[in-house]
């Protein structure tokens, strides 16, 4: 199977660092991206990592390692707005779909 | 450049009818597909289509099928509809690779199956 898998609820506090980890079984994907999903609105794209390390983009970085079926989306500086569900999801080696973990929900409280 | 637009935004519909829901991809994108998300399961995958053909296809049953236009406009149909289908449709383009920038998702379907 293609499973990935995420912690269901994290929580935090505005100013902090947080980490969100994603496991998947090493084969079958083709690099992974991570999705931020508010409340009622579609998902919008955040990263994605292809080859294994970090890819640092403002406040969000995301790290990968092939070898371990391992994946991290690191957030700093945290704010309000950062509340929000965060996907995980693979990409088939085809390219022709994505393959979503179920979300972690983060709460950033002041 | 216009975003994903999913149309309707909100559909109740009763068990047994069915339902078409359509997506209009951002202009040039010639990759659709379409995602089933629920709170207990997440965003799964229905189908992708390219270029009028489906590609791929997840694991749902043949109720679900879809279709992709000339144009590159898609729409999915459900048939026979069952309480269990409420859920929101998200419609997702992409460029021939979606490496890199991955999809553009639309705000999504909420269908409501009474």
């Known amino acids: 199977g293609q499973n990935i898998d995420q912690p269901t609820e994290m929580t935090a506090t505005e100013g902090a660092i947080v980490q969100i980890n994603c496991t998947y079984q090493t084969s079958g994907f083709n690099g992974l991206f991570w999705y931020q999903q508010h409340a009622g609105e579609a998902p919008t794209f955040l990263s994605y990592?292809?080859?294994?390390g970090l890819e640092e983009k403002g406040r969000f970085s995301s790290f990968l390692s092939r070898s371990k079926g391992y994946s991290y989306l690191l957030l700093k500086e945290l704010q309000m707005k950062d509340s929000a569900s965060y996907l995980c999801a693979g990409l088939n080696q085809a390219g022709t779909a994505l393959i979503f973990g179920k979300g972690t929900t983060l709460s950033v409280s002041s | 450049k216009a975003g994903v637009t999913q149309t309707p935004r909100y559909l109740i519909k009763t068990r047994g009818q069915q339902v078409t829901l359509s997506c209009s991809p951002i202009s040039g994108h010639r990759s659709v597909s379409w995602y089933q998300q629920t709170p207990g399961q997440g965003l799964q995958f229905l189908f992708e289509y390219f270029s009028e053909t489906q590609r791929n296809k997840g694991n749902f049953p043949g109720r679900f099928s879809g279709r992709q236009f000339s144009n590159s406009r898609s729409e999915m149909n459900v048939s026979t509809l069952e309480l269990g289908d409420s859920a929101l449709y998200l419609c997702?383009?992409?460029?021939?690779?979606?490496?890199?920038?991955?999809?553009?998702f639309g705000s999504g379907t909420r269908l409501t199956v009474v």
């Open positions: 990592n292809v080859l294994d």
């Open positions: 997702a383009s992409s460029e021939a690779a979606p490496e890199g920038y991955g999809y553009t």
